[in-house]
C-alpha cells in the first residue's frame, strides 16, 4: 500500500490488532447467526511524511452505511461542548446573517441547529442516510452525500462558498485526505476559515491508546503532518488548541496560504512539542506494539488468574 498523502510505499507496520469487525457494525437480532464481515486492523507510519495511517481493507461505504448507528445528539455532554464550541467561534469570527457555514459530517444536525437558532446560514454535508434524516426533521438544509474535491466544484460553481467550514472529527475518517483538502480549498472564500477537530496522534503514541485504532480511522494526525497537506493544497494551520475530547485531541484553524494572517505563537508550540517527542523519529513508533501486548498479556493473566479462583464476574452498565 501507498501512503495515503505522499504515495510513498508503506513499509513500516506499527501495530497489528488482528482481524475485528467495523466498530458501528452492530448487529441485528436476524444477522446473529450469520457470517459476520471481519478485516485485518494495521497501523502504518510512513516513513517519508510521518502520516499514521490504517491499512486499506474496508471502503467508506462499507463503514459510512445508510443504517450507520452513530449519532452524535447521543451524549448530552458532547451536545454541551458543541453549544459552547459554536458560541465561541460565531464571537471568534464575527459570524452574522451574511455569513455561510458549511459542516462536513453533519451528522443529525447536532451542531448546525446551534447557527440556526442564531439565524446564520449553513449547510451539512453527510453521507450516511439514517443521520442525515434526523438532521432535516430540524429543517437542517444538507446535502445526502460524501464530501470531496467534486462535491466542492460543484458548490463553488453554485456559489456556495463559505466562511466557516466545520469539519471535526472527520478529517482522520477520509481515505484520501489530499482530495478533501483540495475540497476544502474550493469551497472556502478568501476570508474563510476551516476549523478541523481530529485525535492527536501525539497521544495515541505517548500514552498507548491503541484502543481508538478502528476502521473508520483511515489516519492519526499530528499537527505537523497536517499542515503539510494544507500547505501542499494551498491552505495554512494558523492557530491550534489542544481539547480534551476523544482522550486528547487538537482544534485546528486553517485559511488560504496566501492570506496574510500571521501563524499563532499555540501553533509553533504545539509543532516543536511533536518534534520534541520524536514524531519525526521513525524508531519511536517502534513501541506501540510491545506496549500493546503488554496491556493485553497483563489482562489474560488477570482472567486466567481470576478463572483458577472460580470468580465470577458481573458487568454493571
Ligand atoms: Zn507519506
Known amino acids: 500500500m501507498k501512503c495515503r498523502h505522499c504515495k510513498s510505499f508503506l513499509l513500516k507496520k506499527i501495530l497489528d490488532l488482528g482481524v475485528t469487525p467495523p466498530s458501528n457494525a452492530y448487529l441485528k437480532k436476524s444477522d446473529i447467526f450469520k457470517k459476520e464481515n471481519f478485516y485485518p486492523l ?25 443504517d450507520y448507528a452513530y449519532f452524535s445528539s447521543a451524549s448530552k455532554t458532547f451536545l ?31 451542531l448546525l441547529k446551534n447557527f440556526l437558532a442564531k439565524k446564520i446560514p ?25 464530501f470531496n474535491s467534486k462535491l466542492a466544484e460543484s458548490l463553488s460553481l453554485d456559489k456556495k462558498k463559505a466562511d466557516l467550514i466545520i469539519a471535526n472529527n472527520v478529517y482522520a475518517h477520509v481515505p484520501d485526505i489530499n482530495d478533501f483538502t ?33 476502521h473508520e480511522h483511515f489516519s492519526y494526525l499530528s499537527l505537523g503532518v497536517v499542515d503539510k497537506i494544507f500547505r501542499k493544497f494551498g491552505l495554512k ?21 496566501e492570506h496574510s494572517r500571521n501563524i499563532k505563537d499555540s501553533v509553533n508550540k504545539i509543532l516543536k512539542e511533536e518534534i520534541n517527542y520524536g514524531l519525526n523519529n521513525i524508531n519511536k513508533y517502534n513501541y506501540l506494539q510491545k506496549n500493546e501486548e503488554k496491556v493485553k498479556n497483563e489482562l489474560i493473566n488477570f482472567l486466567k488468574k481470576k478463572k483458577k479462583k472460580k470468580k465470577n464476574f458481573f458487568f454493571v452498565s
Open 42 to 66: 494495521r497501523l502504518y507510519v510512513c516513513e517519508n511524511c510521518f502520516l499514521v495511517q490504517v491499512e486499506d481493507f474496508v471502503n467508506s461505504e462499507d463503514l459510512f452505511t445508510a
Open 80 to 110: 454541551k461542548y458543541i453549544k459552547e464550541f459554536t458560541k465561541q467561534i460565531i464571537n471568534e469570527f464575527k459570524l452574522n446573517k451574511n455569513s455561510f457555514v458549511i459542516e462536513i459530517a453533519s451528522n443529525d444536525g447536532y
Open 122 to 146: 449553513c449547510l451539512g454535508i453527510e453521507p450516511t442516510k439514517s443521520t442525515f434524516l434526523e438532521s432535516k426533521k430540524l429543517k437542517i438544509k444538507a446535502i445526502n452525500e460524501f
Open 182 to 214: 483540495i475540497g476544502l480549498k474550493r469551497i472556502l472564500k478568501p476570508n474563510g476559515v476551516v476549523s478541523l477537530e481530529f485525535h492527536h496522534v501525539l497521544n495515541l503514541i505517548k500514552y498507548n491508546l491503541f484502543d481508538i485504532v478502528y
Open 237 to 257: 494551520v494558523f492557530d491550534a488548541k489542544k481539547i480534551l475530547t476523544h482522550g486528547g485531541s487538537l482544534r485546528v484553524y486553517g485559511c488560504h496560504l
